[in-house]
């Protein structure tokens, strides 16, 4: 069963704004990755945040935790036409799910130029 | 040189037939697994083996059967195709299981039953 729930389900801006994408989930987790796939390839992981952590950055990429309200956002600074993407957020959960990634169903991003 | 490689890229068959999927990763990972990906992007796990050992295997009907060689190779064998089973496979590996790693993906495999 899905575990995640990413929010939006599409998300359109112009290229230099922030793209904020959310992700919600049902049970305790070990850690939560974000990934992102580009229209015809595989996917890519952009930051693992672990479950102890609230706050990571990866160059333009700012991804907080909130494990009280199971949630997630994932922020994209000065987007770039090269962002257009669909991003996943990914729990790794081992009470119920076992232990594997569970992904969401998506947020897609178009960055327009 | 890519990291997780999967051949073929594409593959259309016709109900009924048998195919396999290889999938080959570089990294030195003792993980892999196979994903199925639907029409609508949704992505769900099918098998992960540790050193060649099986270690989650979900609700997959059994003509799906998974060989892993070698740490290195995890390949996927398709009995008796269904229109069903057209989605995108991917293959993925990572450092170790239990999902405490990122893990690497390769470019996927459009399997197209008619």
């Known amino acids: 069963s899905q575990q995640g729930e990413e929010d939006p389900q599409a998300l359109s801006i112009q290229e230099g704004e922030n793209a904020t994408m959310n992700c919600s989930y049902k049970?305790?987790?070990?850690?939560l990755q974000w990934y992102r796939q580009n229209s015809g390839r595989g996917l890519v992981h952009l930051i693992l945040i672990r479950s102890n952590e609230r706050e990571k950055h990866s160059g333009r990429l700012r991804v907080t935790l909130d494990t009280s309200k199971k949630s997630s956002s994932l922020l994209i600074t000065a987007s770039r036409a090269a962002d257009t993407a669909s991003y996943f957020c990914a729990t790794a959960s081992q009470m119920e799910y076992g232990n594997k990634l569970v992904f969401g169903a998506g947020t897609i991003l178009r960055v327009k130029s | 040189d890519t990291a997780v490689s999967q051949t073929p890229k594409y593959l259309v068959t016709q109900m009924g037939n048998d195919k396999s999927i290889k999938c080959e990763q570089n990294?030195?990972?003792?993980?892999m697994y196979w994903y199925k990906q639907d029409s609508k992007k949704f992505l769900k796990i099918m098998f992960s083996y540790n050193n060649k050992e099986l270690i989650i295997n979900e609700t997959v009907p059994n003509r799906f059967s998974p060989k892993s060689p070698d740490k290195a190779h995890l390949n996927l064998h398709i009995n008796s195709l269904e229109l069903g089973d057209s989605a995108v496979y991917f293959c993925?590996?990572?450092?170790?299981?239990?999902?405490?790693?990122?893990?690497?993906f390769g470019p996927g495999t459009r399997l197209t039953v008619t």
């Open positions: 990294l030195g990972h003792d993980t």
């Open positions: 993925a590996s990572s450092q170790a299981g239990q999902a405490y790693y990122e893990q690497y």
């Open positions: 049970t305790s987790i070990n850690n």
